[in-house]
């Protein structure tokens, strides 16, 4: 445990990482705004063109861009899991991590919420999709899992959004105090005129208990909704009722391997060693490895079940995963997102944050091609073998997708500059 | 001239129809006020239905072109004409696409040194022909013309043309010009003529093969015949030939022939009919010693037939009524090809005239058609500096010429060439002055296709720029030339032909119905003993051919290659490959396996003195050492002539194969040709066992029937009766302004077809087709997804796409399990004129929209408007979609169940109904008939 | 509260408003109906104080989809003797002569997607103002109603006519 000098030494510490930016920090600024604005250049032109930039095409008519929503959507999770959850249930290890998870949440929530757009054939008449008074006459489809997803999502991020600005409020009066000037002033303003009397205290615990807990059932809900955009179809391999605990075992999978990305170059940069030790990234490894185990039998329940089924159009979607065109990219899934995070059962790879962090990065691109396969495979093997056809990425999906890291990022190591990193108060209780 | 001064000129009508200026239209800014009412009856905003006869291929099927804005928009077959009854091929939809091509030559071009094209006054392009022709008479050189198949009051025309100016008439020029047949029926029955086969009447076809499918002669009317033939149970169709086409493919029984072995197969027939106590007596005694002898080995062997195949053919034809063989098509085209046509003539001679199996009164108009050999005079003439002027109208020798002749050289020679055409091609590009020919759709006429039935042609369109009729530019350059000519323009001299030939009352019913029928008396046919005689003792079979052999086939797509140009018809796949663009040649399964090719591959084949290297597409049931080069992926289609008939070689022999190493990306639209066991369609019904018919029960569900009003749409699609032409798929694409999108998309699989031919390979080589197009489910599993209502099933049972409401998220696409819906990928736009071949009834969609089949909803439409005018409900048989309407063996029927009177109704309740993928509770309103 | 703070406020309250009106005035003119035409036919003339019906004009209103215009012939049959002297029918009579049709410029149109037809509706018994408004009072002929689905749907929920989407989206 700290002394109590040390508060002022933790506050010194966190606010030391939004001291004036270095020039390499300034540098990954502009490489990943320049990715973005890429990304949104080729997005301006597939609307001046057409959706024919994309490779996509019949039967295949949801390929990168579905992949690239889920994936964000799914990392969202991982972050509200370790913020809310977690707290619910009282985990120490928390605390270095969940403003950081948080700030992913958000951002990743942001970045996932451009795909439905970007997939629209008509992004202009995207205001379709809600369901607001109009003079046509006209609701949207309510049955539809696309309009699921809109609520689903827009409900995650603005509870997300409120969840991470009540847990900021304390932070903000700590950095307002001890920044002058018109910036500082901001602080003040954003900390809500929070001053840290116990009254205040009291009905800040009452309001983050209530969010955490109004937060975790969303952590399972929304993933499941984000499932059935597939389960609830026909299609052969979508079709299937393990597709919500699946998907968000995986995206807890995929969160907490971006975490692992996040925080591991974070607490060197930053040199925050003291306040993120081993044990607590060690902790999310091991929800890494529970995950991955889940995802690992879900893999098997799948390919078991289409061949216990004994439907011909089960068994042959199957077999095409596993044995067909794109068979490589399906091992290379089964082996980063199953078989590799089975090391962690070694209690000395747990710790080695090097290997750790090359891990996170094989389970996201595992994750990513897993969510792939299951669009694309699916879309491009089902009933009638006339319409069978592949799918090929092209230029302007990946860099678009590109674009989406390349947002992520900007938004993220804009975050470090401008918001605590790590919950001040949280470590200053500890 | 107009139409109502035309017609009041010939006496007939007053006050009746005329073309009226342009019209007002939907989706325009403005509204015009016309100078004078309209069209009497045009109502503006409606339809208008005219006759008229499509000129994409000589069989002159009868056409009723629909009017919209003054423009045609679409064609449809006409229900009552003796040719079609209502059946339009694919390349006659696509005409449509010849009326509004980009590239129509627009006015006379006359080649400058360089060898570009200068645009010319009619006035300047007349001069100079009518000075060449001097010229040449001067110098002792001889004027020709030569033209494609020509009938009816034109050709009348140009024979007065040719004797005023003292121009040689040439022999016409079609690249299938049936020649060997003619000569055998003018030498073995005096009658040089094609007749029709009465295919409708016979209890057994035997083809040898010919084409009936695709390219023979009349192929709609064949191809209805032939597919009710096949339909029958009691009736049996027998196709041989050494390749895979689609005749083959549809026929009862396929069997696979040596090439080259034709002669050897019939004569056995001949052999084995003659010894039997039905035919010998009819067979002449004279002739009866002279058949060289044969046996049931040596013919197997040569065939490549089993011994049983010989011996169910000889069996089958002894117990048919009324047997008939039809010869012709690639079968007379190799060295064989003249016995084969004399064998065939007298095969048909004894067992189908007695039941008068083959009609001469009806013979196709073929009797000006020449042969190669003729083209080789002509060239032979060229090459001694004999010709002067020479005039080459509507076809195309330069292309199917063998190569060997030279004729584009020799045709330098001349002192001038002058062309008469709609579209440039590779004659043309030879040509010195070419002049632009109207459309058939836009200038008046008649044609004859075949004896007593005379087609109407009407101009519904104003002609582009400065083409003209033949008949006018015929009569303009007489006029130029002597001074004076025999009527003013060409709708004068129609109108003195006209009313010289026909009564008062005939020329009503030709106006009205667009068609006439003046039956021909039957001329009596007797064989020519001595010649006969004479033709057996110098009957001199050759060995088949050498294999590995590619059999150089027509196309339904092309015919001998003149739709080429007609963007549409690339579009629509090849039934058999479902290869779109592009060339490739058909391999078997053994040689691709041999060689090691996929499909795309490019194989080289050669012989001594010809080559060609194309993709290979592998065909199953092709047989092991045969190739099939289709006539469009070759440059030059002829290999030869032969000089016995003067029919073009469709046969190379004794290839050697060698792959190239290179891959071609070949736009082949079906993802596989197997169907993988999911019973898309069925095996046939066993029509003994009752026990056998699957009835599902009523589907437990959770959701109320829907409940159906006063309609409910339902096809109906008998897979038996369908061949897989494709004519139905045109025929949407037009009525449904469906884009045309090129090579680039089919390649990354982005047709937009909303109907579609998917053919099923079995194991042993069968295909079935199945087409297939949106099934207006009644459970449909894309509406449930749609997020903004854009899919919905209305109250009379149609899936509907509302086109505007569509955001484009393509789910729909997705969960549809027949894969029936199509994205707009691209704006898709049709570069002028071919933006007015637009049906203004449907919308044209922008980009991010999806779209699909809607049942013809607008035809829907008008049928309930009429109806409702006359306070009734659509009668059965009063709507029918684009695609029904143009199937030339009636395999589509539409209508409402509801109406249990209905043709509707009863298909659906056959035994033989079935749905594709009912097992997933989609209850599709498409029932199919299972083929037996 | 810093001094400037009321200063920029108020700067930038009247300053928006200021913005607002100058934008209102740039889209003026994609907003307002043009509503000139080649002929400044007066229908107050006509189908006011002649009391012409419109289908004496407007011919194939019952027949089909289109209302029609009518040919210039059919005023030239009245205007050949009347009002010769005023400058419009001088215009319109100068049509006839070069054998020119005029080209009104259109007040009333659904997109090219919906499926209209004047016949049902005036069989209906629908009168033409309903969806025209008092056309008999109006010089220059102007839209009066919106002609939106909305409005469209409205009127056939009241009228029990179809509201299926297919009756109208082509």
Known sequence: MQNTSSTEQIEQDVLAAMSRPSRCYLACIFLAGLVFLGGMALWSRQIALGMGVAGISHPVGWGVYITDFVFWVGIAHSGTLISAVLYIFRARFRTSFNRAAEAMTIFALMVAGLFPLIHLGR???????????????????????LVWDVFAVSTYMLVSLVFFFVGLVPDLAIVARRRPGFIGKIYRLASLGWVGNSQQ??????????????????????????????????????????FAPYFVAGAILSGTAMVITLVIPMRRLLRLETYIPISHIESIAKILLLTSLIVGFAYVVEQGLAFYSGNLYEMEQFRFRALGDYRLLFWIMVSCNAILPLTLFVGRLRRNLAYLFILSLLVNVGMWLERFVIVVTSLARDFDPYAWGNYTPSFTEIGITAGSFGLFFLLFLLFIKILPVLSITELKER | MDRRQFLQMLGLVSGAAALSSCGSEKGQKELVSLLVPAEDGIVPGTESWQPSTCCECPAHCGLLTRIRENRPVKLEGNPQHPVNRGGLCLRGQASLWRLYHPQRLQTPLKRQADGRLQAITWAQALTEITEALQLSRQQGRKNTWLAGRTSGTLSTLIEEFCDSLDIERLAEFEPFSHAALRQSYGLLLDQADLPRYRVEQADLLITVGADLLETFISPVDYTAQASTLAADQKRHWMHLEPHYSLTGANADDRLVLTPGSEGTLLLWLLQSLTSQSRYRSRWPQALQDLLPSTNLAATANATGLKPQQLQELVSRLMQAKKPLLIVGGIATGHRNGQPVALLGALLQWLIALPWAGLDFSAAENYSRVGSLRDLKDLNQQLAEDRIGVLFVSRCNPVRHSPTELGLKAALAKATLRVGLADLADDTTDQMDLILPLAHGLETWGDTEPRRGVIGLLQPLATPRQQALSEGDLLLKLLKQATGKSPAADWEAYLQQTWQKRFSRAQLGQ????????????????????????????????????????????????????????????????????????????AVSQQTADRLRLRDGNELQIKTADWQSSQPVRIQPGLATEILTLPMDSLPAPVTGIDPLTGEALRYVEGLQLKPTGKLHRLPILAGSPSQHGRGLIPKPVQRKKKGDQQHHGPRASFYPEPEYENYRWTMAIDLQRCVGCSACVASCYIENNVPVVGASD??????????????FYDEHGQVDFLPMLCQHCSYAPCEAVCPVYAAYHNPEGLNVQVYNRCVGTRYCSNNCPYKVRRFNWWQHKRTAPLDQLRNPDVPVRSKGMME????????????????????????????????????????????????????????????????????????????YLRPE | MPKWLPHSLLYAYFGGFILLIAALAWFRPVTHQDNSQPIAFPHTVHAGQLGLACNFCHESVTQGPQAGMPTVDKCVSCHQAIATERPEIQKLLSYHEKGEPIRWRRIHQVPDF?????????????????????????????????????????????????????????
């Open chain 1, 123 to 145: 992004v202009w008449l995207a205001y379709f999709l809600f369901p607001y008074p109009n003079q046509r006459q006209l609701w949207v489809n309510f049955r539809s899992p």
């Open chain 1, 201 to 242: 205290w009291r009905h800040y615990t009452k309001l983050y208990f209530f969010l955490a807990a109004f937060a975790t059932p969303l952590v399972a809900s929304v993933h499941s909704i984000v499932s059935w955009d597939f389960a609830v179809s026909i299609v052969p391999g979508w079709h299937t009722t393990i």
């Open chain 2, 510 to 585: 030709l106006m009205k119905d667009g068609y006439l029928i003046e039956p021909q008396p039957q001329p009596s046919i007797r064989l020519n003993q001595a010649r006969a005689a004479k033709a057996l003792r110098n009957l001199q079979l050759q060995a088949p051919l050498a294999q590995p052999t590619a059999v150089i086939a027509p196309s339904i797509r092309s015919f001998d290659g003149r739709s080429r140009s007609l963007e549409l018809l690339s579009e629509i796949p090849d039934p058999l490959t479902t290869i779109s663009y592009g060339s490739w040649m």
């Open chain 2, 746 to 759: 089919h390649l990354a699989g982005r047709e937009m077809s909303w109907l579609r031919i998917e053919p």
């Open chain 2, 852 to 927: 699909k089949c809607t049942f013809c909803l607008q035809r829907i439409r008008i049928a309930k408007d009429r109806a409702k005018d006359d306070k009734r409900l659509v009668q059965d048989g009063e709507v029918t979609t684009a695609c029904a309407q143009s199937c030339p063996t009636g395999a589509i029927v539409f209508g409402n169940l509801l109406d249990k009177e209905s043709q509707i109704y009863r298909l659906t309740h056959s035994q033989r109904a079935y749905r594709v993928l009912a097992e997933l509770g989609t209850e599709p309103s498409v029932h």
């Open chain 3, 114 to 170: 919906i499926y209209f037809t004047h016949k049902r509706h005036v069989r209906s018994g629908l009168d033409c103002s309903a969806c025209h408004g008092a056309i008999e009072e109006m010089k220059e002929v102007r839209r009066v109603r919106s002609l939106q689905m909305g409005w469209c749907l409205s009127c056939h929920r009241s009228r029990g006519a179809s509201f299926d989407c297919a009756t109208c989206h082509k």
